[in-house]
């Protein structure tokens, strides 16, 4: 029998090249595909097949659910995009309650990085009203904390 990690690495490479690009794209157009979450979806699930981690699978989606719940106050107010809710859904679909801490560690690390050089104007930010107040894209902080939460191996494969 071929181990799962040689099935599963393929899998989280392509996520990891399926984030940088959702991170990117955001980064120059403020826009995230569904075509884009639904690959990263299915990435998730042909993940949880090949390292026998699907018995999760419920347990991860419940919390995407619950996670999708609690934004939709934040995107009905404004405070947060439709492709933002989205990838930060699909994130949490992805680190499940195991790696959730670490992961929102992450994303608070990112977020405030970004959010500092974009105030000095080191990445573009598009003015929102004549508050001054920015509005930053989010896909690529939520990219760079999944990415990182992959990389640290708290989705590692059950021994």
Known sequence: ??????????VLLATVAALSYAAFIDLKHYRIS???????????FLYSLVSDRWTAAA?????????????????ARHWMGGGDVKMLT?????????CALPFVILLLLFVSLHTIVAKFGWVGSQQIDDDHRQRIPFAPSIAAALIV??????????E
């Open 1 to 10: 029998m071929v181990p799962s990690f040689l099935w599963a690495t393929p």
């Open 34 to 44: 569904n075509e884009l979450i639904l690959l990263l979806i299915a990435l998730f």
């Open 59 to 75: 347990w991860h989606f419940g919390l995407a659910a619950g996670i999708l719940l609690f934004l939709i106050y934040p995107y």
């Open 90 to 98: 699909v994130a949490f679909l992805w680190t499940g309650i195991e």
């Open 149 to 158: 939460t992959i990389l640290s191996g708290c989705l590692r494969l059950p």
